[in-house]
């Protein structure tokens, strides 16, 4: 089992930043690729960043320039900095987990998440 839970949610304007974390406990071999979703209201949870064991990253194309996820494996901890927030960005923040090599992109292939953290981007 693994266990994620996520901080450093919060309100900011337009153009501000926000780093979330991510505390991984459990099983925490580097077997795992780990991924952030969001979730806003209505909507379906999307693939935003994920990294995986080689330090390799993918990220969905709206956030390509802004965000950048890393990890700290001496810490357990995955990290997703946001910069230049925008409106579009505001949403429920999960992390996730999954037994892979690769990275996954779609919510279905990921084992584990936490129990989300809200970011809120005010106009």
């Known amino acids: 089992q693994v266990q994620l839970v996520e901080s450093g949610g919060g309100s900011v304007q337009a153009g501000g930043s926000l780093r979330l974390s991510c505390a991984r406990s459990g099983r925490t071999s580097s077997a795992y690729a780990m991924g952030w979703f969001r979730q806003a209201p209505g909507n379906v949870r999307e693939f935003v960043a994920g990294?995986?064991?080689?330090?390799?990253?993918y990220y969905t194309d709206s956030v390509k320039g802004r965000f950048t996820i890393s990890q700290d494996n001496t810490k357990n901890t995955v990290y997703l900095q946001m910069n230049s927030l925008k409106p579009e960005d505001t949403a429920v923040y999960y992390c996730?987990?999954?037994?892979?090599?690769?990275?996954?992109?779609?919510?279905?292939?990921?084992?584990?998440w936490g129990q989300g953290t809200q970011v809120t981007v005010s106009s």
């Open positions: 990294i995986n064991w080689s330090d390799s990253t």
């Open positions: 996730s987990a999954a037994r892979s090599h690769l990275i996954p992109i779609t919510a279905d292939e990921y084992d584990y």
